[in-house]
């Protein structure tokens, strides 16, 4: 009955270190809590960038990463892009912001 009770011990202990393992983040992609922060930084610099006059929010997509946030889409001035990263930086929880925005005509990035 001892040896029973330790192989379930055992074998719980296992797969709670299998639990632990598989929502852990590793250098490229997250874990469960990094997924949702990310997410929730993400809905907050939309909203911002939503609350930003000026600023088509349309027009820009946002990705979040380990709290460094992606904007990218084509816009229709340099002013707004200016505008938009502030918008993302001053988003608490932002970490950096890389600017992938591109005013509509021009080639590559400002």
Request: charge should be positive; hydrophobic fraction near 40%; aromatic fraction near 4%.
């Amino acid at each position: 009955m001892k040896s029973s009770k330790k192989f379930s011990a055992l074998f719980l202990l296992g797969l709670l270190s299998v639990a632990l393992i598989g929502c852990a983040a590793t250098a490229t992609s997250e874990g469960t809590g990094g997924y949702i922060d990310d997410s929730a930084v993400t809905t907050k610099v939309k909203s911002a960038l939503l609350g930003t006059s000026g600023v088509d929010s349309n027009q820009i997509t946002v990705e979040t990463f380990k709290g460094v946030v992606k904007l990218s889409g084509f816009v229709q001035s340099a002013d707004m892009i200016d505008k938009a990263v502030a918008a993302a930086q001053s988003v608490n929880g932002v970490m950096s912001v890389t600017n992938d925005l591109t005013v509509k005509g021009q080639q590559g990035p400002r």
